[in-house]
């Protein structure tokens, strides 16, 4: 029997004896403000036991989780465990409002679940307002002991954590735009593990190196933890092979460039067999907004270096796409294929999910942006209103008055989603409308883009369940002819998919989680203005079917 202790800073991190089919690994968070030192300007930050990005959890399938978090920062937090299904443990999701109250200052609340038939890269962050800039870190569920890998075992694996960076407060950031009206600032700067590298001087000395053998093949566990872009990941000279996306095993697929959404991972294998030196591995921001929107057009680097090079010359730059190569990025993500698919061949629940911005107008002018308004989030036509109860909660207990379960299977009006909307569709209905599905139901969802405002790509993400993309495309969804070119055999299996520019994307999954499911943009400011919606699966016929009660120390509102 072996018992592990692991200190980390000040809090104790240990792992307790094995039982039959898991471990019991229990993690102790510690939320508190600290200086922090970034981009030539010094910003009192919210991190996690001191780290940004947080510690890395380094688990394995069928190990259960106990994590008590103690904020000690001076705001309300919640932390979500992004792609892990919560079977069970909904409880345990961390969407604030949505599966729980905020931990608020000075408590401590525990999350407590299993991981349980998944494996691969994930990741955890703060999900309330801009935290997650700050509060993120890698989980890493490695295969169940026993187990190996559906690929050659690599020689070492690196987190890669790709994140945004703002010489401000990131909570006076947003509370700066919902004052004015508008959207959040943009970035100062993009970063790879905290830093955003050579071409920025105060960053180059302490810019990621990555040292790698020739000859040897590495597993890169990339996590984008970006708040409000989409982006180019290459390394000079190296080809990549995914191997997994959202912690969900493809078939091997080579590629130069990647294309990582806000909130998606990705496992790729690269061998060192190129001349030894030293070479960048750059990311740069796929931005699909017509010209005229601003973006931080810069170049964030780290180093991957050869072990016996003796070059002491700049490293290698790779050449990226130009930032607003659409094909490229419907290139990537519609060649990848689900490594072992399941696909549901029939539907229960057909919806039609019109998404993108929307305009509210401002009383007495006081807000107006925008073409004499301010900047929602909408889905369907209805921009999502948190409740000041959580969902699950009022769910559970059969609370009135929380949330209605109207929320539509369709938009109200057909219209030309892409092109050029009149003003008169611009302004949304408000709302905590949620969608009941039934437990274990096919769903399909057709995701389409409007055109509102901009046209850009959009990050879907959905809690408590995995999905399959079964069909992407330009233009409004043509329920007629496009379900003929449906891909039913071994489509890509996410938990977060990028609508196309100006398209559309379906999506299907079986509701076969009870609970209460939050379905949202990962731009974290569409997010907050309301771009999502909220699923409820219903329990199934028996106990291991069923959500469980609350936590007794489940926070409060």
């Not at 593990?193 to 790698?212: H, L, Y």
């Not at 959905?462 to 999905?467: A, I, K, M, S, T």
Request: proline letters at 8%; one cysteine or more; glycine letters at 8%.
């Amino acid at each position: 029997m072996a018992v592990l202790s692991i200190a980390l800073l000040l809090c104790l991190v240990f792992v307790a004896p094995w039982a039959i089919c898991a471990a019991r690994v229990h993690r102790r968070f510690t939320i508190r403000t600290q200086n922090v030192a970034r981009v030539c300007n010094t910003q009192t930050i919210v991190t996690v036991n001191g780290r940004y990005p947080g510690p890395t959890l380094r688990v394995h399938e069928g190990d259960n989780l106990v994590i008590d978090v103690m904020n000690k920062g001076p705001y309300n937090i919640t932390l979500h465990w992004h792609g892990v299904k919560q079977i069970r443990s909904a409880w345990a999701d961390g969407p604030g409002y949505i599966t729980q109250c905020p931990i608020t200052p000075g408590t401590k609340y525990t999350y407590n679940f299993t991981i349980t038939g998944q494996e691969g890269t994930m990741w955890w962050h703060a999900h309330m307002t801009y935290l997650r800039a700050t509060v993120n870190g890698a989980l890493i569920i490695l295969p169940r002991h026993g187990k190996t890998y559906p690929f050659p075992k690599p020689h070492a694996e690196f987190p890669i954590i790709l994140g945004e960076w703002w010489n401000a407060n990131v909570e006076n950031v947003l509370a700066d735009a919902i004052r004015r009206g508008g959207v959040p600032n943009d970035s100062d700067a993009y970063t790879i593990n905290s830093q955003p590298g050579d071409f920025f001087p105060c960053s180059a000395n302490d810019t990621t190196r990555f040292m790698v053998e020739r000859g040897k093949t590495y597993l890169l566990r990339i996590i984008s933890c970006a708040m409000i872009h989409a982006s180019f990941f290459k390394i000079a000279q190296h080809k990549m092979t995914v191997v997994a996306v959202d912690a969900l095993y493809t078939k091997p697929y080579e590629t130069d460039v990647l294309v990582i959404q806000p909130g998606n991972t990705m496992d790729v294998l690269i061998t060192a067999g190129q001349e030894s030196g030293r070479y960048y591995i750059g990311t740069r921001v796929y931005n699909s907004q017509p010209q005229g929107f601003e973006f931080l057009n810069t170049t964030t680097t780290a180093i991957l270096e050869y072990h016996d090079s003796t070059n002491t010359s700049a490293p290698v730059l790779p050449d990226f796409p130009a930032f607003n190569d659409t094909p490229t990025a419907f290139k990537f993500s519609t060649e990848l294929r689900s490594l072992n698919a399941s696909v549901p061949q029939t539907v229960d629940e057909e919806m039609f999910i019109t998404e993108g911005l929307a305009l509210a107008s401002c009383p007495n002018n006081s807000c107006a942006v925008i073409n004499g308004g301010r900047p929602l989030g909408s889905m369907n036509n209805i921009s999502f209103v948190l409740p000041e109860i959580s969902i699950l909660q009022a769910y559970y207990y059969g609370i009135d008055g929380v949330y209605t379960t109207d929320f539509p299977d369709n938009p109200p009006l057909v219209f030309n989603y892409t092109g050029a909307v009149p003003m008169g569709l611009w302004q949304p209905d408000f709302g905590t409308r949620v969608k009941v599905l039934k437990f274990n139901s096919s769903v399909q969802i057709v995701l389409q883009n409007t055109g509102i405002l901009t046209i850009q790509n959009h990050p879907i993400h959905l809690h408590g369940h995995d999905f399959y993309v079964v069909g992407q495309g330009f233009g409004n969804y043509n329920s007629q002819t496009d379900p003929a070119n449906f891909n039913l055999v071994d489509p890509q299996l996410l938990n977060t998919v990028g609508v196309p520019t100006g398209g559309w994307a379906v999506i299907r999954f079986i509701a076969n989680n009870p609970g209460v499911w939050l379905m949202h943009c990962h731009f974290e400011s569409h997010s907050e203005l309301g771009f999502e919606t909220v699923f409820i699966t219903e329990n199934g016929p028996g106990n291991s079917e069923s959500l469980p009660p609350p936590p007794r120390d489940l926070p409060k509102c």
